[in-house]
């Protein structure tokens, strides 16, 4: 496996757990603690874990990043630290205005990764509760337009159930029309039993690819098994006290010694299972598209001088 070989490592960064919408599928009504990640704390992340090239930095977790007055400066400081490091930010999309993308784009964000669940109004405003369908369809549509030429990608994530999944080509559609290149469309879950869900049961609760690859950081400096432990049940460390490696070793002996949460029991979370294989048809894809838009960034000045040389004769 790819992802494997090249030891990828995800991080994800909950600078606030505050959002401004209430999704149908979102269990943060459970969550007590809330606050906003201060610049000391994601300033001790940084500091603290020695990032590598093949590492991915996402700000996302059960609230929605771009509340945060500060992103664009986080942003900033890990790609100037440490350049080549993927930055994600994953979004609902209705605060993404042309003033705070343009901050986001020229920060260094490489992708911008939008959450929309649904095709049509009555939809998408069910589920997406708080959110006006017009609006960010216009916000994507904006940032499609904005990053072109730009190293910042949009992608549009969509949450599937058991019912509407065949309409994955539909969905695809629909933003292929809007512009977009890129996709992420998973299966709805149970968030570690905290929504009712008709996903499947998995057969091996004593494996977690999630875990493995993914470190879950909350605002406040906090490192817990996932998001989907919104009690925060087990504390594993605090990035601001304690060093990457020390916090690598503890999540080995959990690891080793399936030092499960009863939340991880009952998650129906198919990623648990085959994060490595989607994280390697991820890494084989963003090739092909490199490689196509190098050959396509190559043909056009080609064109462009048999065009004139054509014209000349």
């Known amino acids: 496996m790819l992802s494997k070989i090249l030891k990828i490592r995800i991080f994800d960064i909950e600078v606030t757990n505050h959002c401004n919408l209430k999704c149908k599928f ?3 009504d459970n969550i007590v603690l ?6 000391e704390t994601f300033s001790s992340f940084l500091r603290n874990t020695k990032l590598k090239s093949t590492d991915s930095l996402s700000f996302v977790g059960l609230g929605e990043p771009l509340l945060h007055p500060d992103l664009p400066r986080f942003v900033k400081m890990a790609k100037e630290m440490y350049p080549h490091v993927t930055v994600w930010i994953t979004t609902n999309g209705t605060l993404l205005d042309v003033e705070l993308l343009h901050k986001l784009i020229n920060a260094g964000t490489d992708v911008i990764d939008i959450s929309f669940n649904g095709i049509n109004k009555e939809e998408y405003e069910n589920t997406m509760r708080g959110a006006i369908f017009e609006d960010v369809i216009k916000n994507i549509e904006t940032a499609v337009c904005e990053t072109r030429g730009t190293r910042t990608k949009v992608q549009v994530n969509s949450v599937i159930t058991e019912e509407n999944k065949g309409n994955i080509d539909k969905i695809k559609n629909f933003f292929r029309e809007k512009g977009v290149e890129r996709f992420q469309i998973r299966m709805l879950h149970n968030r570690g039993g905290s929504i009712t869900s008709n996903s499947k049961r998995l057969k ?3 494996t977690c690819w999630i875990f493995k690859i993914i470190t879950f950081i909350c605002w ?3 490192v817990v098994y996932c998001s989907n432990d919104t009690n925060r049940t087990r504390i594993i460390g605090n990035i601001k006290t304690d060093t990457f490696k020390e916090i690598e ?3 080995a002996i959990i690891i080793r010694n399936n030092l499960w949460l009863e939340n991880c029991h009952v998650c129906t979370d198919i990623w648990r299972e085959k994060l490595p294989h989607y994280l390697d048809k991820k890494i084989v894809e963003e090739c092909a598209y490199r490689f196509i838009r190098v050959v396509t960034e190559i043909k056009t000045p080609i ?3 048999m065009k004139i040389r054509s014209n000349d004769q």
């Open 26 to 28: 979102c269990p943060r």
């Open 34 to 39: 809330k606050g906003f990640m201060s610049l």
């Open 204 to 206: 091996d609760y004593n």
């Open 220 to 222: 406040n400096g906090d």
């Open 249 to 251: 070793k503890k999540k």
């Open 303 to 305: 064109k462009k001088l």
